[in-house]
């Protein structure tokens, strides 16, 4: 655990992330008294941002993850192929 003071942790910010990210916890002081934590990520935590907010968001009860398995259903075609092929044919030859 290392501890770093605020003037110091601006100028060496990136160094102290990695130290967060590589599992070693860094104390924040402002004073010498503590005031935050940089901590590395918790177990289970992606790796990517937009994975963890989703998860955050599905933990917190905001966001309920879908229901169906395998994505949305499989829609319908709204007309045969063959209809529309002749329908931009006949589009085609107007112009």
């Not at 290392?2 to 070693?24: D, H, Q």
């Not at 966001?63 to 529309?84: E, H, I, N, Q, S």
């Not at 329908?87 to 030859?93: E, I, K, M, P, V």
């Amino acid at each position: 655990m290392r501890a770093v003071g605020l003037k110091v942790l601006k100028n060496k910010l990136s160094e102290y992330v990695r130290l967060a990210a590589g599992g070693e916890t860094v104390l924040v002081t402002d004073r010498d008294r503590v005031v935050a934590e940089i901590v590395p990520p918790r177990a289970g935590r992606s790796p990517l941002l937009a994975d963890a907010l989703l998860a955050e968001a599905v933990r917190e009860g905001w966001l309920t993850p879908p229901t169906l398995a395998g994505g949305p259903p499989p829609r319908k075609p709204v007309a045969p192929f063959d209809d529309l092929m002749r329908d931009l044919r006949q589009d085609r030859d107007e112009r």
